[in-house]
Nanobody
Framework: QVQLVESGGDLVQSGGSLRLSCAVH????????MGWYRQAPGKERDLVAD???????KYVDSVKGRFTISRDNAKNLLYLIMNNLKPEDTAVYYC?????????WGQGTQVTVSS
């Protein structure tokens, strides 16, 4: 049973930065593509960024140049560095596998950006 534990969310002002972490328990992530997803109030959960097993990241257009996804396979951790945050980035952020998020969703971590 894979357990996903996200952390690092906070309330920040527009233009601020955060680093989110995702600890994956129960299965090594070394050979898997992973992703960060987010769900804003009243909206569906969508992919924000994904990273392949070689460490190459891809991003949705709205976060390109501001967010950086990375991974530490030895520690089974996934990270999302978010810079120049905007109010529209406000959401609950989740990690999971990509493209098939087969693990049970964790509780997520709330990111709130004030204008």
């Amino acid at each position: 049973q894979v357990q996903l534990v996200e952390s690092g969310g906070d309330l920040v002002q527009s233009g601020g930065s955060l680093r989110l972490s995702c600890a994956v328990h129960g299965r090594p992530i070394q050979f898997n593509n992973m992703g960060w997803y987010r769900q804003a109030p009243g909206k569906e959960r969508d992919l924000v960024a994904d990273i392949d097993s070689d460490g190459f990241g891809k991003y949705v257009d709205s976060v390109k140049g501001r967010f950086t996804i990375s991974r530490d396979n030895a520690k089974n951790l996934l990270y999302l560095i978010m810079n120049n945050l905007k109010p529209e980035d406000t959401a609950v952020y989740y990690c999971n596998y990509w493209p098939n998020p087969f693990a049970s969703w964790g509780q997520g971590t709330q990111v709130t950006v004030s204008s």
